[in-house]
T-cell receptor
Framework: DTAVSQTPKYLVTQMGNDKSIKCEQN?????MYWYKQDSKKFLKIMFS???????INETVPNRFSPKSPDKAHLNLHINSLELGDSAVYFC?????????????FGQGTRLTVV | GEDVEQSLFLSVREGDSSVINCTYT??????LYWYKQEPGAGLQLLTY?????DMKQDQRLTVLLNKKDKHLSLRIADTQTGDSAIYFC???????????FGRGTSLIVHP
């Protein structure tokens, strides 16, 4: 069983479209994240979310919004896609509380905006 | 500046040791991690070290932590071609457990 799964793996779309990427974790973790990895492999956090708090990286445009229907899912919605949104998006999860907070990652979604 | 910094590239010959370095700024960092990303895949945890330790060894991997200088290193002994990947340093602190990642070091192993 995959711990953190995200779909689709590849997404090609035109500028101006609205798209969603889904993420599910079956680890019982409390916190989920979205990271963006650009063409230079730089990994930057976009959001972290648990049932108590949404933390948004202030550099993320408000065209990006996380949606969590339940604790096991955190989907990423992107409105009015731009060329610069092309990147690989990774979902991840961690458990809450003190202690080692190993992050488990999905396989990534490669988004290409044309 | 960035919270976690690493050099971007390292090239080594197969069989040699590789040392990947990382510096961080948060003095309250509790855990420091090394993640590995193979092509087309997500990140996977390689090893981690708690901030009250200065060394951890796990088979071919040795992690050294200099807390005073906020410097973390990963040594891979007898580097193999299968070790070619991007290695990310990350830290999390007691105040926020959100892992913060460096830019990643691309390790290239050539015969």
């Amino acid at each position: 069983d995959t711990a953190v799964s995200q779909t689709p793996k590849y997404l090609v779309t035109q500028m101006g479209n609205d798209k969603s990427i889904k993420c599910e974790q079956n680890l019982g973790h409390d916190t989920m994240y979205w990271y963006k990895q650009d063409s230079k492999k730089f990994l930057k956090i976009m959001f972290s979310y648990n049932n108590k708090e949404l933390i948004i990286n202030e550099t993320v445009p408000n065209r990006f919004s996380p949606k969590s229907p339940d604790k096991a899912h955190l989907n990423l919605h992107i409105n009015s896609l731009e060329l610069g949104d092309s990147a690989v998006y990774f979902c991840a999860s961690t458990s809450d509380g003190a202690g080692n907070t190993e992050a488990f990652f999905g396989q990534g979604t490669r988004l290409t905006v044309v | 500046g960035e919270d976690v910094e690493q050099s971007l590239f390292l090239s080594v010959r197969e069989g040699d040791s590789s040392v990947i370095n990382c510096t961080y700024t948060d003095s309250s960092s509790t855990y420091l991690y090394w993640y590995k990303q193979e092509p087309g895949a997500g990140l996977q945890l390689l090893t981690y070290i708690f901030s009250n330790m200065d060394m951890k060894q796990d088979q071919r991997l040795t992690v050294l932590l200099n807390k005073k200088d906020k410097h973390l290193s990963l040594r891979i002994a007898d580097t193999q071609t299968g070790d070619s990947a991007i290695y990310f340093c990350a830290e999390s602190s007691g105040g926020s457990y959100i892992p913060t990642f460096g830019r990643g070091t691309s390790l290239i192993v050539h015969p």
